[in-house]
């Protein structure tokens, strides 16, 4: 729904307030964006291609995988960690996804703050045509993660980043003094059982420091919590996994069905993340530590 959505954004060539008119999004310099026929529209400027982004059959891939189920807990963690993150707070702000993909974190979270308006940013047309049908609260555009997000100053109550790339400046820019930031990265073990039979990209050991280092200065750590479970995925469901991550883009097709061909039918499978809530940092503000023990103890979740 993306006129819900609409004055959260900002025009990407002046910043800009943005308003519908008829079938296209219009700031007051005359900058006009076409609202594409599957609901979602494109900010990128001009020049650029989004070509980065996830292919159809990488979006495709991960729709499928995600349909099945196998990351139904994890969904479900990340929605009650944004609750527990943003759902007391009654100042007004949008929850932005930045790097949405299909929309699916997104949805489960908005299922979880039923007042909130969710905001999916994501370089991939092909995920944002999926983003824009995944809840009816969902706007859905089309911006680079690596450039001015196109969202206004303090737009959001609460940003999400779910396996995708994160720029500190700009997720501080768009957030609301009060919000959080909820980033969820993969453990090192994550789907680690597949990491040598198929040849998978690793995750590097001390992630989460250097994902503070990263975020440093405009964010604080405040709390973090890790989501472990083991899923049994057939042969099927494991061509879905290799091919909707970053593996993909180096991979042999042919070679990886081979490798698959090999594996138990079904297998266990770990899928291991870590969820950090940040809180903004706001100059002269002398508050300091972190919420880690205001963090109960949950199955498959627990508190760092």
């Known amino acids: ?138 706007g859905a555009v089309a911006c680079d993660a690596w450039r001015r997000l196109p969202v206004a100053d303090s737009a959001a109550i609460l940003a999400l980043n779910v396996f995708a790339p994160r720029d500190g400046a700009e997720l501080r820019r768009i957030l609301h003094p009060a919000g959080r930031l909820l980033v969820v990265t993969p453990a090192a073990d994550h789907l680690g059982e597949l990491i040598g039979p198929l040849g998978l990209l690793t995750v590097g050991q001390q992630k989460e420091e250097r994902l503070a280092g990263k975020l440093s200065p405009h964010f604080e750590l405040a709390s973090r919590r890790e989501h472990r479970t083991t899923m049994s995925l057939g042969h099927q469901a494991i061509g879905a996994v290799v091919s909707m991550g970053p593996s993909a883009r180096h991979a042999d097709t042919a070679a990886f069905a081979a490798r698959i061909g090999q594996l138990p039918d079904p297998m266990p499978v770990t899928l291991a993340v870590t969820m950090s809530v940040f809180r903004p940092v706001i100059p002269g503000d002398q508050h300091r530590g972190d919420d880690t023990q205001n963090c109960p103890s949950r199955p498959n979740s627990a508190c760092l």
């Open 1 to 138: 729904m993306l006129g819900a959505v609409i004055r959260y954004l900002a025009c990407p060539y002046c910043g800009g307030a943005m308003a519908r008119d008829g079938a296209s999004l219009r700031c007051a310099a005359g900058h006009a964006f076409d609202i594409a026929r599957q609901g979602y529209v494109s900010l990128l400027p001009a020049g650029t291609s989004g070509g980065g982004g996830d292919t159809a059959a990488m979006v495709q891939a991960r729709a499928d995988f995600l349909a099945a189920g196998h990351f139904a807990s994890l969904a479900a963690g990340v929605a009650e960690a944004a609750r527990d993150a943003a759902g007391a707070t009654g100042e007004p702000g949008c929850v932005a996804d930045v790097g949405a993909g299909t929309g699916y974190y997104l949805a489960a979270v908005l299922g979880q703050l039923p007042e909130r308006d969710g905001l999916a940013l994501d370089i991939s047309k092909f995920a944002v045509r999926k983003a824009a049908r995944a809840h009816p609260r969902i």
